[in-house]
């Protein structure tokens, strides 16, 4: 897909019928391997420890999660379609991400990629049961491959809401009440990962996983330098996906920054943030709709501080569409929202973030002083 240029001369659109205004130029990153090893379907699910499994049981079903399991060391939660679990929480000492673990498109992929990295097929517990490849992305952090023997058939989930549109009256003699309840989970959307080490981060997903990306972004006058920022998608060919299903980012910390869970629409998503609030959780910010992906999203903090998004209406891209290109900001966040909080872009100053950022300027790794500065920059433009 070329760049088509915006004419100036006609009435303008957020992204002028594109889902970036901008291009690559000529050498720029082509946002997808040529010869990955295999290609996965999917997020499966996302692995943490906590010490307090009760208290994060609780949260899971405020939020909005079904239960699949619960032992004294292990909670398997889910949402209501059809497919693998969305999370697992192991009991632990402290609370911490764990990695991603992604679905192959077949058993034999699994074979594929142990041969192609060195490691093993393994049986894993997973309800239902299954089997995974273990694997190391160049940040250190444990990614997995797996394949469930058996899907957990789906749930009875929330319906939609019948809209009046003005020039379309659908629902007549009748209100619109939409209940004050949990906003029933549907399914895992994505991850958002930070990384010192972007590019070899980025290209190790592209290469051995062959997911493709959608968007990437790039510091105010740093763009010949690359993109610190990349939106990526599944590979399923002309079957449309979800416009990301991992986010990476260039950043002085290593590993998770917040995921993302599907539910049924923007009154699931306000009524669910009502529940949450009455019931004393602290929003880090929303509801509005993002510009890369066009979510409407609401983020929260659990009591472990973990990150974790309701989103509904997203992109959805086939693998024709080529990556698309946008400086980064605070401002190029949402369409339309409250303003993005200092909690959600992670700036509220620490000892630890502190501590965190000198270790990266020390190391050997792709943030230097002046990405920094041109991230700093951005977040508060």
């Known amino acids: 897909m070329s760049h088509i240029p915006v004419d100036k001369g006609g009435p303008l659109t957020p992204h002028q019928d ?16 040529r010869n990955p090893v295999i290609k996965v379907a999917d997020l499966a699910w996302l692995e943490f420890e906590k010490p307090d499994l009760d208290r994060a049981e609780v949260f899971a079903r405020d939020f909005g999660f079904a239960i699949v399991a619960r032992t004294e060391r292990e909670l398997w939660l889910r949402g209501t379609f059809a497919g693998s679990p969305c999370m697992v929480i192991r009991r632990g000492q402290a609370s911490r991400f764990l ?18 990295t060195g490691n093993d097929v393994r049986d894993i517990d997973v309800p239902g049961g299954g089997q995974a490849v273990a694997l190391l992305d160049p940040s250190g952090l444990p990614v997995r491959v797996v394949h469930c023997a058996e899907p957990l058939p789906a749930l009875p989930g929330q319906q939609p809401l019948i809209l009046n549109t003005g020039i379309e009256g ?16 549907q399914r895992l959307g994505h991850v958002v990962l930070e990384t010192r080490t972007f590019t070899r981060t980025l290209d190790w997903y592209l290469d051995t996983l062959g997911m493709i990306v959608s968007d990437f972004l790039f510091l105010d006058g740093q763009r010949q330098r690359g993109p610190t920022m990349a939106f990526i998608r599944c590979d399923q060919g002309s079957t449309p996906v979800d416009h ?13 920054v917040h995921s993302a869970y599907q539910v049924t629409d923007l009154d699931a ?31 929260w903090r659990d009591p472990d501080r973990f990150m974790l998004e309701h989103f509904a209406d997203g992109d ?27 909690d959600f872009l992670g700036a509220n100053p620490s000892p630890a973030k502190l501590r965190e950022v000198l270790t990266a300027l020390r190391g ?12 700093m920059k951005a977040m508060s433009s």
Do not use: K
């Not at 970036?20 to 990153?29: D, I, M, N, P, V």
């Open 18 to 33: 594109l889902h970036s205004e901008q291009g690559a130029l000529r050498g720029e990153h082509p946002g997808r391997a």
């Open 269 to 299: 998503i306000a009524a669910g943030g009502e529940y949450l609030a009455e019931r004393g959780y602290r929003r880090s910010w929303g509801i509005g709709r993002h510009i890369q992906g066009s979510q409407l999203f609401d983020y």
């Open 170 to 185: 659908r629902r007549t003699n009748t209100t619109q009440r939409p209940p004050r309840e949990p906003s029933r989970i």
């Open 99 to 116: 990695g991603p673990a992604f679905r192959a498109a077949e058993r034999a992929d699994l074979d594929r990629l142990a041969r192609a």
């Open 244 to 256: 990301h299903t991992l986010a990476l980012h260039l950043g002085p910390g290593t590993g998770y």
């Open 316 to 342: 959805l891209f086939s693998c024709e569409l080529e990556p698309g290109w946008a400086p980064m900001s605070a401002s190029g966040l949402a369409q339309w929202g409250p303003p993005v909080t200092r």
């Open 364 to 375: 050997d790794n792709e943030l230097d002083p002046a990405r920094l500065l041109g991230l």
